[in-house]
C-alpha cells in the first residue's frame, strides 16, 4: 500500500504541510523508541493517514516538541506522537516485514530477504503488541498467495483481501467505531489493491508477474470509471466518521492523494475523481 495513501502537497498550507511532517516525524520517533533501526525502513506517510484518522476520532492526548535528530542534526524539528503513532509503528513494521518477504518471493529479491532477516525481530515484537491486526495481515496475504497461484481473474476477490487487512487493521478497539473503521478499511483496502495493479501492469508483465489485470484482459488505463466507484465507496464510509481534527488533510489523501500514482502514469482525467468532496 506503500506510496497511495498520501496527501496532496497541492491542496495543502503552510501550516498543514508543517503538521504533516511532525506527525510523519513523530512516527519516526516511536520506531526508534519501539523498535531497532531497520524499523526505520518502512517510514512512510501511508501510515501518518492511520495516525491521523485514529486520532482524530479518539482524540488522545498527544506529545508535541522539537528536537534533532540524525536526519535533522543541524535544527530542531516539530514532532507530535501518541499512542495512534505507537500502533502505527507497530503496523507499519508488519507490513513492511510483508513486504518484504513478498518481494523475495515475486523477485528472488536478495536485498530484500537480508532486509527481511534483519527486520524478524521487529516483526516479533510486533505481533505481540498488535496480534490482531499481524494476524489478519498474515491471513489475508496467504488468501493472496493462493489466489496468485491460481492465476485468479477475479479482481474483486483478490483486493477484497486486501481490504479484510485493512479493515482489521483499522479496527483499532473493539468498540462502537469497530464496524465503521472496518468498513472503511475494507473499500479502502481495496481500492489502494486495485490502483497498485493497475500501476504495476508494465512491470508485473515484464517479469511474468501475477497481476490480476493482466490475467482478466483489462486495460488499467480504461479502468478509472471503476477505479473511482471503489473510491467513492472509501470516501462515503470515510465522510460517515466523526472527524474534526486534520480533517482537511485526510480529505486530501482521501478524494486527491490516493489519485497521484495512477494519474502520473495514465494522465489526469477530464473530470478530477475527487470532484464533488464536502465543501468545508
Known sequence: MYGYLLASEA?????????????????????????DLPSKLGLSYDMVFLVMLLGSLYEPAEDCGQERCAIHPLSNHAYAQS???????????????????????????????????????????ARIRAPHACEAIERELAHISTLERERSDRIDQVAACFGRALGEIFAWREDFWTPQLKTLGMHLGAFVY????????????KRSSYNPFIVAGIDPAAARDALANAAGMAADA????PLERDLH?????VYA???????????QAEAQPHDGRPDE
Open 11 to 35: 491542496d495543502l498550507d503552510a501550516q498543514e504541510k508543517e503538521r504533516y511532517q511532525a506527525l510523519y516525524c513523530g512516527l519516526c520517533r516511536s520506531l526508534g523508541k519501539l523498535y
Open 83 to 125: 499512542i495512534c503513532t505507537d500502533y502505527a509503528a507497530d503496523i507499519s513494521v508488519a507490513l513492511s516485514y510483508h513486504k518484504l518477504l513478498d518481494n523475495w518471493k515475486d523477485d528472488r529479491s536478495i536485498p530484500s530477504r537480508a532486509a527481511a532477516l534483519a527486520l524478524k525481530r521487529s516483526y516479533d515484537t
Open 194 to 205: 486495485l490502483m497498485d495493479a493497475a500501476c504495476d501492469v508494465e512491470r508485473d508483465r
Open 238 to 241: 470515510f465522510e460517515r466518521l
Open 249 to 253: 488533510l485526510m480529505r486530501s489523501v
Open 257 to 267: 492523494g490516493v489519485w497521484g500514482p495512477y494519474n502520473k502514469r495514465y494522465g
